[in-house]
């Protein structure tokens, strides 16, 4: 069992400042669930004043969503999301790890496992280009939203999306295998040579840690970044889409932010720059913060990651908003069953998708009346 690396511990002074960017102490007003008081809890563990089956240890490394919207109001630098990394490794091993986590970790384990998820589905794949650059598929993007790979193909077509890839291993890294999760990246950092760009911001950010910042790059900023980067193209006529009526009016979209991607990366001024070119651009005031998705969270605490979206999904309805646009698959997930559970009129849709259109369960969906 490994311990923490001290420099991450000690660095934190206990200001206190990250209390009100943390969801989790929003929802408690609980020093215990907040950056700080989990910290506190990771000194505890690492001096032995508390035993690892504590029950407030295995409570907190839990319920903390891994957001790392602590990290950005952080004045000494601590980088939380590396300690909880850490902490996971240390608390969740073998039966103590969530059954449904391991469950999970078993399907992207294997690169043919990975395959199998999406063979029946219509993702993007290209013959292999050994140069790159190269379009990641991911494992549940593949399995729950190929849409948004081909729709990254259409507005992308200079990359290869050979079908043969495995998982990056952010799930390992997030949920007690670090060595795994970082194994995982090295071997899918030599499959797709070259830079990679990602439709998901979780991955884009454990990839940029394991494999450099100047191999990834997430859609947005790839898209962004390109030298002929202008207008985005006419939407073409594809069998994807079908015909689809023109908007009469421009569609009005917000964003939500993939956290990993915002306070990981620090990328989130490109998908606005980008949005804002296809629509009237809606920024909500919790854009920027955690729907509770949080990688494998919404199925290891179900009841809080509603917690934490529900707030969000009020916004969303009283905004007037025909869609809300995501970076990252779980988010994805997470908003697109909240905003049907409510039988809502907005649509989540991934940027790939805005950008490439025409989206036909988009334009199918009856128009908002709450304006
Ligand atoms: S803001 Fe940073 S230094 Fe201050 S308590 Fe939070 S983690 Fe520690
Ligand atoms: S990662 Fe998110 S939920 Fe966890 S302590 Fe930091 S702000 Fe709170």
């Known amino acids: ?47 032995g004043s508390l ?21 950005t109001v952080c004045p000494a630098g601590v980088r939380y999301g590396a300690l909880l990394e850490e902490w996971r490794d240390r608390q969740w091993q073998g039966a103590a790890r969530p059954p449904v986590v391991r469950l999970l970790m078993f399907a992207v384990n294997a690169r043919w496992r990975v395959r199998l998820m999406g063979l029946l589905r219509r993702h993007a794949r290209t013959p292999d280009r050994p140069a790159g650059p190269h379009l990641m598929l991911g494992c549940f993007e593949r399995a729950l939203f190929p849409r948004v790979s081909r729709a990254a193909l259409r507005l992308l077509p200079e990359l290869a999306v050979p079908a043969a890839q495995g998982c990056c291993g952010a799930l390992h890294a997030h949920n007690g295998d670090s060595e795994r999760g970082r194994a995982l990246a090295a071997e899918l950092g030599r499959r797709l040579p070259g830079v990679i760009v990602t439709t998901s911001g979780g991955c884009a950010a454990h990839l940029a840690d394991v494999l450099g910042r100047d191999r990834v790059k997430e859609l947005s900023e790839y898209v962004t970044g390109r030298p002929a980067a202008g207008p985005p193209p006419e939407p073409p006529a594809t069998d994807d889409a079908g015909p689809a009526p023109l908007p009469a009016r421009p569609l009005r979209i917000a964003l939500q932010d993939s956290c990993h991607l915002r306070n990981g990366l620090g990328v989130w001024r490109e998908p606005r720059a980008l949005l804002e070119r296809i629509g009237e651009y809606v920024e909500l005031p919790s854009a920027g913060t955690c729907c509770g998705a949080a990688g494998s969270y919404a199925l290891v ?39 049907r559970r409510r039988k809502s009129a907005v649509r989540a849709v991934h940027l790939a998708e805005l950008l490439a259109g025409p989206i036909d369960h988009l334009e199918a969906a009856p128009r908002p009346t709450n304006r």
């Open 301 to 339: 605490r179900p009841r809080d990651s509603r917690r934490v979206l529900d707030a969000k999904l009020d916004e969303i309805e009283a905004a007037g908003l025909d869609c809300v646009a995501v970076v990252n698959p779980g988010c994805h997930r997470q908003l697109d069953q909240g905003l």
């Open 51 to 71: 035993p690892a089956d504590d029950l407030r240890l295995g409570e907190e490394a839990s319920f903390c969503l891994g957001c790392r919207a602590c990290e």
């Open 1 to 47: 069992m490994t311990g923490f690396t001290p420099d991450l511990l000690n660095r934190c002074i206990s200001c206190g400042f990250c209390l009100p960017a943390c969801p989790t102490y929003a929802l408690t007003k609980d020093e215990t669930s907040s950056p700080r008081g989990r910290i506190n809890l990771m000194r505890a563990l690492e001096e």
